[in-house]
């Protein structure tokens, strides 16, 4: 099975920073990764897919970049509603899926 | 649009089966393929099988291989997803997704509200 890592677990941030979380595969996995947000008692929601393309919907200050084994969500302003847990997930080992075990944002 | 809507939470002794109905509109469940998801305190999330649209098979995580059973029926648009020998650790949140093909993979893009499964004595 690919193994997703996430990092970091947890971070502390404002209303209005620059938010990076990173996702790393335990082999390549080119571009086939997603990223999705999650609020507490919701499910996950599509935000990002092939690594760097914007789900419809999803607004611009949100963006992904990376290939092969390492990839990046990043939060260019952070906003009040941002404030939630963000998974990786990998789509190359098909039809086996595999998550990240998620970054929560926490208001600092 | 594609809706998703569970069956209500449950809670089951060790040792017995549980089953979760997940029903569809906007779609047929012809048109889509419907995979289920767990979350766990622990594990996060977890893929644990579905409808695999390139074989037309029901795939399983190797995990769950021979306590999950993934079925559906057509008349109703009703997927279910029956789990047994429940233990502790099966305590979860259960959701299940649709999948859908977007180049170059394959993305979760619409989710029930979810299940939540609690396994105790």
């Known amino acids: 099975d690919i193994q997703m890592t996430q990092s970091p677990s947890s971070l502390s941030a404002s209303v209005g920073d620059r938010v990076t979380i990173t996702c790393r595969a335990s082999q390549s996995i080119i571009n086939y990764l997603n990223w999705y947000q999650q609020k507490p008692g919701k499910a996950p929601k599509l935000l990002i897919y092939a690594a760097s393309s914007l789900q419809s919907g999803v607004p611009s200050r949100f963006s992904g970049s990376g290939s092969g084994t390492d990839f990046t969500l990043t939060i260019s302003r952070l906003q009040p509603e941002d404030f939630a847990t963000y998974f990786c997930q990998q789509s190359y080992s098909a039809p086996q899926w595999t998550f990240g075990q998620g970054t929560k944002v926490e208001m600092k | 649009q594609v809706q998703l809507v569970q069956s209500g939470a449950e809670v089951k002794k060790p040792g017995a089966s549980v089953k979760v109905s997940c029903k569809v509109s906007g779609y047929t469940l012809t048109e889509l393929s419907i995979h289920w998801v767990r979350q766990t305190p622990g594990k996060g999330l977890e893929w644990m099988g579905g409808?695999?649209?390139?074989?037309?098979?029901?795939v399983y995580e190797q995990k769950f291989q021979g306590r999950v059973n993934m079925t559906e029926d057509t008349s109703t648009d009703t997927v279910y997803m029956e789990l047994s020998s429940l233990r502790s650790e099966d305590t979860a949140v259960y959701y299940c997704a649709t999948l859908h093909y977007y180049a170059p993979g394959w993305i979760f893009n619409f989710w029930g509200q979810g299940t939540l499964v609690t396994v105790s004595s």
């Open positions: 409808f695999d649209p390139v074989d037309g098979e029901t």
